[in-house]
């Protein structure tokens, strides 16, 4: 009987702390893996394929950006892709509603209310808003705020605007 509570009390505490850390990845915060190089050099700068998964970054995304949607140019955040919904991308904000950003595809491109425009710091290697431009804030899935992970990398993620681009 004794081993039956035992498994009992077990469970149960494996159960409540599972659906508090549920809770917690799914409204606050969470960490998320970057492949990729897209986002090089902030993140993933010395992306070697043959120790990948010892070096790449784990960042934390904060998600309580999400509540009023408020974003400002240069954060750095995680959206599910516009062509496909299970991919998530992570990019830079270049630019907000109202703003017009200009780029070797598009003339000029005003970015709607309820939109932003996105790229990646590694213009070579990022699938973009220069490939499928403006993208809903609904897709927004939260914030870069801190690389975790490797260690010699842990620290905040600095909110900059890339020189490259320059709102129109």
Request: hydrophobic share 40%.
């Amino acid at each position: 009987m004794g081993t039956v509570n035992f498994l009992l009390n077990l469970t149960k505490n494996y159960f409540t702390f599972g659906l508090i850390g549920l809770t917690v990845s799914d409204r606050y915060a969470s960490i998320v893996p970057v492949g990729g190089i897209s986002m090089s050099p902030t993140f993933n700068p010395h992306d070697d394929s043959s120790m990948r998964s010892l070096t790449r970054d784990f960042v934390i995304v904060e998600k309580l950006c999400l509540e009023k949607f408020k974003f400002s140019l240069g954060d750095v955040v995680v959206f599910s892709s516009p062509a496909n919904h299970k991919e998530k991308h992570i990019k830079r904000i270049t630019a907000l509603p109202g703003d017009l950003v200009s780029t070797p595809h598009y003339d000029a491109v005003l970015i709607p209310e309820g939109h932003c425009w996105v790229e990646g710091d590694n213009h070579a290697w990022s699938l973009d808003s220069r490939s499928f431009g403006p993208i809903p804030l609904g897709l927004v899935r939260g914030r870069v705020t801190h690389v975790v992970w490797p260690p010699h990398r842990v620290g905040k993620v600095e909110r900059m605007t890339p020189k490259s681009i320059a709102p129109f």
